[in-house]
């Protein structure tokens, strides 16, 4: 086999994976953009043979529904075939419509964890990961007796991250293993907090706070456990917004039933309220019937905010969250609950989130940061190395991946375009 990352070993996220048979038959794995908090600015990265020309892959397999391993998926020719776990498509409709509303009229073929694909001479099987997308998947691909390994974005601090190296040892040994290293040039990324330490201090701060409004992501759906958890613990109402309770209610998880919870209610935003909503459902009737209808007079929280509570917000709920507090100030906390990328203003398509904090900073609410990386430790990769022994280790999405030699045995550097054979 051969392996060639298109884009991927100096940057992080918007990274693009080839991988050719002995036979000539190529995939390719993730096909998102480059990281962004702003749909509108999406970048393309027309390949020929994916995008356009005459088709050359025989699939595309994703690995997870962040829009930097997914999101460009709309621009693949239709007759190339997209892979994707079952539930992960799901969420990543959901997310999709209520974002960025690009149509995916894609040949899109779901799988199951563990039940093996085969595309001519290759056998790639799916397993899941732990990652702060729900479902996270990483391939194991086999051609001709050789064993490749792409891990996807991981970590083991999450709450599936002991089932991850149950899943590792399932797959044993391989000959090349390609590993993220977003983690490697950031600061104080030697031990990753785990999601549970992360339930402890939320706690702490729930307590000292009556009203805690939460930036993060929907998808992330270990965090809304940490921070649900928590809610629970300190008697405090959870408030979702409309994004969140949709994805609930589509991954239909034993684990995640909290819209049945009586302490849960779903934030309709002023944009659906009774005024706006005939206009509403005018503009695009599919949306409000798939979407706002079932919550619709259910589970419209405008009583539900007095008193004490925990709610998720959206930068997209400022002006809700304005009207709120004119009627119920109190005392109020910002918890940022994401990277901090997404707010650093030498980083492009951050305005919306950094003008969001501001606007609540005004209002008298301080943010404060309460995270955990989504992405491996260096902890992490050495002990994922030690159970699959990779006879060769590459590394993505990563803003330099040369230091990755200086951390993991069996580190071969390769750059964007580069092939390397298995
Ligand atoms: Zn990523
Ligand atoms: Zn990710």
């Given at each position: 086999m051969k392996v060639k990352i298109i884009k991927g070993t100096h940057q992080i996220g918007g990274c693009i994976t080839e991988i050719t048979s002995d036979d000539g038959y190529k995939i390719i794995i993730d096909y998102g953009e480059d990281l962004?908090?702003?749909?509108?600015?999406i970048k393309k990265f027309p390949i020929k043979g994916l995008t356009h020309g005459k088709k050359e892959y025989e699939g595309v397999f994703i690995t997870h529904s962040h829009g930097d391993h997914?999101?460009?998926?709309?621009?693949?020719?239709?007759n190339i075939p997209i892979y994707i776990e079952k539930v992960s498509a799901k969420v990543f409709a959901v997310a999709n419509d209520f974002s960025r509303c690009i149509p995916i009229n894609n040949n899109l073929k779901t799988f199951d964890f563990e039940k093996p694909i085969y595309i001519h001479d290759l056998k790639i099987t799916p397993y899941r990961t732990d990652h702060s997308a729900y479902n996270s998947t990483m391939f194991l691909i086999e051609n001709n007796g050789k064993k490749i390994l792409h891990l996807g974005d991981y970590r083991s601090?999450?709450?599936?991250g002991e089932n991850f190296y149950e899943n590792l040892r399932k797959i044993g040994n391989v000959d090349l293993v390609i590993t993220e290293g977003?983690?490697?040039?950031?600061?104080?990324?030697?031990d990753n907090k785990t999601e549970l330490e992360l339930k402890e201090e939320a706690i702490q701060i729930f307590k000292k706070y009556k009203q805690v409004f939460i930036l993060q992501a929907s998808t992330n759906l270990d965090r809304l456990k940490t921070f649900y958890d928590a809610a629970k613990e300190t008697g405090k109402k959870f408030i979702v917004d409309i994004a969140t309770a949709n994805i609930l209610k589509t991954i239909n998880d034993e684990n995640f039933?909290?819209?049945?919870?009586?302490?849960v209610d779903v934030w309709l935003s002023n944009g659906y309220s009774k005024e706006n909503i005939e206009f509403y459902k005018k503009k695009d009737a599919d949306f409000y019937d798939k979407y706002i209808a079932p919550f619709d007079?259910?589970?419209?929280?405008k009583n539900s905010t007095h008193g004490e509570y925990v709610m998720l917000v959206k930068t997209s709920m400022l002006k809700d969250i304005k009207y709120n507090l004119q009627k119920y100030r109190d005392n109020a906390h910002l918890i940022y609950?994401?990277?901090l990328g997404y707010r650093?203003?030498?980083?492009?398509?951050?305005e919306k989130t950094r003008y969001f904090i501001k606007e609540l900073n005004k209002l008298n609410i301080q943010d404060e940061y309460l995270h955990t990386s989504g992405h491996a430790d260096i902890k992490t990769i050495n002990k994922v190395l030690e159970i699959i022994k990779p006879k060769q280790v590459i590394g993505i999405h990563?803003?330099?991946?040369?230091?990755l030699l200086l951390k993991l045995p069996n580190y071969v550097i390769v750059n964007d375009n580069e092939s390397i054979e298995v």
């Amino acid at each position: 086999m051969k392996v060639k990352i298109i884009k991927g070993t100096h940057q992080i996220g918007g990274c693009i994976t080839e991988i050719t048979s002995d036979d000539g038959y190529k995939i390719i794995i993730d096909y998102g953009e480059d990281l962004t908090d702003d749909p509108i600015k999406i970048k393309k990265f027309p390949i020929k043979g994916l995008t356009h020309g005459k088709k050359e892959y025989e699939g595309v397999f994703i690995t997870h529904s962040h829009g930097d391993h997914i999101g460009l998926i709309s621009d693949i020719k239709k007759n190339i075939p997209i892979y994707i776990e079952k539930v992960s498509a799901k969420v990543f409709a959901v997310a999709n419509d209520f974002s960025r509303c690009i149509p995916i009229n894609n040949n899109l073929k779901t799988f199951d964890f563990e039940k093996p694909i085969y595309i001519h001479d290759l056998k790639i099987t799916p397993y899941r990961t732990d990652h702060s997308a729900y479902n996270s998947t990483m391939f194991l691909i086999e051609n001709n007796g050789k064993k490749i390994l792409h891990l996807g974005d991981y970590r083991s601090n999450g709450y599936y991250g002991e089932n991850f190296y149950e899943n590792l040892r399932k797959i044993g040994n391989v000959d090349l293993v390609i590993t993220e290293g977003t983690n490697i040039t950031r600061v104080n990324s030697h031990d990753n907090k785990t999601e549970l330490e992360l339930k402890e201090e939320a706690i702490q701060i729930f307590k000292k706070y009556k009203q805690v409004f939460i930036l993060q992501a929907s998808t992330n759906l270990d965090r809304l456990k940490t921070f649900y958890d928590a809610a629970k613990e300190t008697g405090k109402k959870f408030i979702v917004d409309i994004a969140t309770a949709n994805i609930l209610k589509t991954i239909n998880d034993e684990n995640f039933q909290y819209l049945q919870d009586k302490d849960v209610d779903v934030w309709l935003s002023n944009g659906y309220s009774k005024e706006n909503i005939e206009f509403y459902k005018k503009k695009d009737a599919d949306f409000y019937d798939k979407y706002i209808a079932p919550f619709d007079n259910v589970k419209r929280s405008k009583n539900s905010t007095h008193g004490e509570y925990v709610m998720l917000v959206k930068t997209s709920m400022l002006k809700d969250i304005k009207y709120n507090l004119q009627k119920y100030r109190d005392n109020a906390h910002l918890i940022y609950s994401m990277w901090l990328g997404y707010r650093d203003e030498k980083r492009m398509n951050t305005e919306k989130t950094r003008y969001f904090i501001k606007e609540l900073n005004k209002l008298n609410i301080q943010d404060e940061y309460l995270h955990t990386s989504g992405h491996a430790d260096i902890k992490t990769i050495n002990k994922v190395l030690e159970i699959i022994k990779p006879k060769q280790v590459i590394g993505i999405h990563t803003e330099d991946n040369t230091l990755l030699l200086l951390k993991l045995p069996n580190y071969v550097i390769v750059n964007d375009n580069e092939s390397i054979e298995v």
